[in-house]
């Protein structure tokens, strides 16, 4: 079973960057569709983009532009770049396959913008 690590969150001011890494053991993500997800507080977790095996990606209308989700099948890695942060993205980050595997969340790593 695969195990997923998010790290990369902090707080950042508006119109900032972040760069979120999802770090992968105990299974290859090179077959999977994977995504990083999102979760407000007192919310439920949202899809915020994704990318398949053959790298193509989707994202939600609110982080067009802004977010780059990519991918590294050697590394076993998966990686959302975050620029023109705005406030209204703060929250815990998790990545996962798509659809999510109940077993595969992790933590999250939390993104704070705010001035």
């Known amino acids: 079973q695969v195990q997923l690590v998010e790290s990369g969150g902090g707080l950042v001011q508006p119109g900032g960057s972040l760069r979120l890494s999802c770090a992968a053991s105990?299974?290859?993500?090179?077959?999977?569709?994977m995504a990083w997800y999102r979760q407000f507080p007192g919310k439920e977790r949202e899809l915020v983009a994704s990318?398949?095996?053959?790298?193509?990606?989707n994202y939600i209308y609110s982080v067009r532009g802004r977010f780059t989700i990519s991918r590294d099948n050697a590394a076993n890695t998966v990686t959302l770049q975050m620029d023109s942060l705005k406030p209204e993205d703060t929250a815990v980050y998790y990545c996962?396959?798509?659809?999510?595997?109940?077993?595969?969340w992790g933590q999250g790593t939390q993104v704070t913008v705010s001035s």
């Open positions: 990318i398949t095996s053959t790298s193509t990606t």
């Open positions: 105990g299974d290859l993500l090179r077959f999977y569709i």
């Open positions: 996962n396959r798509m659809p999510g595997v109940e077993f595969a």
